[in-house]
Structures are given as C-alpha cells and as structure tokens.
C-alpha cells in the first residue's frame, strides 16, 4: 500500500450524516477501531488490496447481507475503474482502512481515484435517504478525502431517483474519469440501474475546493491544464458501429455510438 495511504486514512474515520459533509465544517470525528477488524460494518467504506495487490473498496449493507444467507462478513468490492467483484469475503481484503461511514444507506459505490500525486482521494456513492413523502429518494455524491484537513467533504451531490435532478435526462451513477490535483473530470449516466444504455454520460469539471462545476455535456478527449487553468475536450458525435445481436443492437448488425469529434475546445477551468 502507497505510503501516502495510512497519512490519508489514520484518524479520519468519521460519521457523515447528509447534509453534515459540506466543506464548510469537517465530520465528526470518532475513535478508528482497531487495526485488528475482524468483521465489517453496515454502510462503512473500507480501502485495502487484493491478494493480487489491486487497490479497492469493500462495503457491505443489509441488502447485500441478505442476498448472501446474512452472512455478515459477504460485501461488495469496487475497483477504481468501477468493476465490482461480488461477493467478496471481507476477510480476503489485506489491510482494510476504515474511511467513511454513513448513517443512511450506501447501495453501492461507483469508483475512486487518487491524484497523481496521491495527496488527495477522492470516491463516488449512491446513497439512499430512506422514504419520504414521495418515496424514496437516491443520491449520487463525491467525496474528496485529503491529509490536509480532516474528514470526509462532499463536493457535489446529485438526485437520481426522486428528488430534484439537476442535469433532465442523466440521472444515474457518477463516475470519476480523472482527478488532477483539486480538478475532477466527472460523468453522470444517463439512468440508474437501467442497463445497456448506449447514451454517454454527461461531463463536468469539478473544482474540489469551491464546489464550483463546468458542464461539457457530452465530450471526449478531455485534458485538464493546470498551469494554464483551462480544461480542453471534443464534443461526442454519433456513429454507426458493429454490434453483436442483443437489446439495442439492429437488424443490420450496427447501433448508435459516439466519438470525439471537431475542434478541441478550450475553456476556463471553474
């Protein structure tokens, strides 16, 4: 594990209690339990390494734990490209650093990333509230995570189920393209838990210290230049490609993708 890992996540374990996460106060802070963890809790990230060496996420909630015969060391595993390995024994996951907990439900976490220089960490949830007068309303959030301050600072929050959406039809997961220093490349997709959508995803810039955000909208090839302070990007053009038979695929074997195209795009980072 980088060295840098333990200076990020020693003593920040905290409680964040929407909307408690906002980076005007840091979360409360409690006592880290102790190293030795011999079973995870409910709705508790935890960052740790394959045996294959692999950095990761575990979290496990009630519904995971009842689709695995209540088994409650039985979780889901997320990798920072958003691939999930479930279920996975908690047991199996080397040096497991508690980061986060949360007092409503996580369903799941999207990914995580690091900056390059790996002083910040930064990850995506989906969060649910419980019900309300109108049902049921699920979160998609980004937390940032860093040495410098402690706990955990949502920077940016989004309705995907119930709620107020903030971005019309994209309202699903939101994943975390790049991280550069204070900057994150974000995209939102189209729908949560829909599947097989071929609609890209929407693309922000998100400035981690103001909560300040650019929407791209659908955009390829995006570079973040921090000396400049300007953020470059393609708008996506639809294209005819080859399918394999299946949900979206046509009758001529082909479907709707989309690829960067047109000139670069230069604008001011937010």
């Known amino acids: 594990m980088h060295k840098h890992l333990p200076a990020l996540l020693a003593a920040l374990f905290v409680i964040c209690l929407l909307p408690a996460c906002a980076p005007t106060a840091p979360a409360t802070a409690?006592?880290?339990p102790t190293p030795a963890l011999t079973?995870?809790?409910l709705n508790t990230l935890y960052l740790g390494t394959t045996a294959e060496g692999k950095e990761a996420v575990f979290l496990t909630n009630p519904e995971i734990q009842q689709a695995n015969a209540g088994a409650t060391d039985m979780g889901v595993l997320t990798f920072s490209d958003g691939q999930q390995t479930q279920p996975f024994?908690?047991?199996d996951l080397k040096?497991?650093?508690p980061f986060y907990a949360q007092g409503a439900e996580i369903l799941e976490v999207t990914n995580f990333a690091f900056d390059p220089e790996r002083v910040h960490f930064y990850f995506s949830v989906v969060l649910s509230n419980g019900a309300g007068p109108e049902g049921k309303t699920l979160q998609?959030?980004?937390y940032k995570l860093t040495s410098q301050a402690p706990g955990n600072w949502q920077i940016w929050v989004n309705d995907i189920v119930?709620?107020?959406p903030k971005y019309g039809d994209h309202q699903g997961n939101t994943y975390i393209d790049q991280?550069?220093?204070d900057y994150l490349v974000v995209r939102v997709m189209p729908c949560y838990a829909c599947g097989g959508s071929t609609v890209p995803g929407l693309v922000l810039v998100l400035n981690a210290n103001t909560r300040a955000e650019k929407v791209l909208n659908l955009a390829g090839n995006v570079?973040?230049?921090l000396e400049q302070k300007t953020v470059s990007y393609q708008t996506l053009a639809p294209v005819q490609v080859a399918c394999q038979p299946g949900p979206g695929c046509g009758e001529d074997g082909s479907m709707t993708g989309y690829e960067p195209a047109g000139e670069v795009l230069v604008e001011a980072l937010p």
Do not use: C, D, H, Y
């Open 30 to 32: 409690i006592t880290p």
């Open 39 to 41: 079973a995870p809790q």
């Open 89 to 91: 024994n908690f047991k």
């Open 95 to 97: 040096n497991p650093q």
């Open 140 to 142: 998609t959030s980004v």
């Open 162 to 164: 119930g709620g107020m």
């Open 179 to 181: 991280a550069q220093g």
């Open 223 to 225: 570079t973040i230049n």
